[in-house]
């Protein structure tokens, strides 16, 4: 340690050239990977056949930054807030693996995240690979796996499924959570001109309360809210038996 300081002390005249260097470094990175990742979204969306999942890299590299809204970020804050240290994890749908990465396997003793796309399956376990995150290829009208779980995520992907999909997946969902434990996820409104925002949605909800309907006849506990941008107008949701965050007795918070 004292010959790192030292060496610290040795090159300290060297820092106003290091800064400037290493700043133009990054500026560039950032704008070489911005560009990147534009044009990498130009060409999975902007050319069909559409894909079945988005790959998150873009919204963190280009899309934050290009339209300054965060609501790509907002789907993992909301569920991390459901989840208690050492929990155990589902979920359904997971795409590329990005939140159960960079939001829940920090927090989760174990998560389970399946999808049906083996594109995102593969995906998800060469770029968001974590010791306590299983990816499983799985569709979950048909492939629900089994066991007991303090958390089931289902972010993203419940508009992907019809309205008696929706009602059935619930139930198949509330077997198996805890005595407490907590749904969680977001979808989107549909958009003011009835046209679907993107050709896989089966189902797009109307509204708070269209969406918490599929949630109340199994839950004695529903929390749906919403954040509205120029482009989008986005639901999220906290549903349980016990307690949800921001109820009282949420130990999280002061009481």
Same mark, same amino acid.
Request: glycine share 6%.
């Given at each position: 340690?004292?010959?790192?300081?030292?060496?610290?002390?040795?090159?300290?005249?060297?820092?106003?050239?290091?800064?400037?260097?290493?700043?133009?470094?990054?500026?560039?990175?950032?704008?070489?990977?911005?560009?990147?990742?534009?044009?990498?979204?130009?060409?999975?969306?902007?050319?069909?056949?559409?894909?079945?999942?988005?790959?998150?890299?873009?919204?963190?590299?280009?899309?934050?930054?290009?339209?300054?809204?965060?609501?790509?970020?907002?789907?993992?804050?909301?569920?991390?807030?459901?989840?208690?240290?050492?929990?155990?994890?589902?979920?359904?749908?997971?795409?590329?693996?990005?939140?159960?990465?960079?939001?829940?396997?920090?927090?989760?003793? %174990?998560? /389970?995240?399946?999808? +049906?796309?083996? *594109?995102?399956?593969?995906?998800?376990?060469?770029?968001? !690979?974590?010791? =306590? #995150?299983?990816?499983?290829?799985?569709?979950?009208?048909?492939?629900?796996?089994?066991?007991?779980?303090?958390?089931?995520?289902?972010?993203?992907?419940?508009?992907?499924?019809?309205?008696?999909?929706?009602?059935?997946?619930?139930?198949?969902?509330?077997?198996?959570?805890?005595?407490?434990?907590?749904?969680?996820?977001?979808?989107?409104?549909?958009?003011?001109?009835?046209?679907?925002?993107? %050709?896989? /949605?089966?189902?797009? +909800?109307?509204? *708070?309360?269209?969406?918490?309907?599929?949630?109340?006849? !199994?839950?004695? =506990? #529903?929390?749906?809210?919403?954040?509205?941008?120029?482009?989008?107008?986005?639901?999220?949701?906290?549903?349980?038996?016990?307690?949800?965050?921001?109820?009282?007795?949420?130990?999280?918070?002061?009481?």
């Amino acid at each position: 340690m004292a010959a790192l300081d030292v060496l610290r002390k040795r090159l300290s005249f060297a820092k106003p050239f290091l800064e400037t260097l290493f700043s133009l470094e990054a500026r560039l990175s950032e704008w070489w990977a911005a560009g990147a990742h534009h044009r990498l979204f130009l060409a999975q969306w902007g050319l069909h056949p559409l894909p079945e999942f988005f790959e998150h890299k873009i919204g963190l590299y280009w899309m934050w930054g290009a339209n300054r809204a965060p609501h790509w970020l907002e789907r993992g804050v909301f569920s991390l807030l459901a989840l208690a240290p050492g929990c155990k994890v589902l979920e359904l749908c997971c795409g590329d693996g990005f939140n159960a990465y960079y939001f829940y396997s920090s927090r989760a003793g %174990s998560i /389970h995240s399946v999808d +049906f796309d083996p *594109k995102a399956i593969a995906y998800a376990k060469k770029h968001f !690979h974590a010791e =306590n #995150v299983t990816y499983t290829l799985a569709d979950i009208r048909t492939q629900m796996p089994e066991g007991v779980y303090d958390n089931v995520v289902w972010d993203g992907a419940i508009e992907h499924f019809t309205e008696d999909e929706i009602t059935s997946l619930m139930s198949n969902i509330k077997r198996r959570l805890t005595a407490g434990g907590i749904l969680s996820g977001f979808t989107i409104v549909e958009r003011s001109d009835g046209k679907k925002s993107l %050709s896989h /949605h089966e189902y797009e +909800f109307k509204s *708070k309360d269209d969406l918490a309907r599929f949630l109340r006849p !199994h839950f004695q =506990n #529903v929390r749906v809210f919403e954040t509205i941008y120029s482009d989008r107008h986005n639901l999220y949701f906290w549903a349980s038996n016990g307690i949800i965050p921001f109820m009282p007795g949420w130990p999280a918070a002061a009481n």
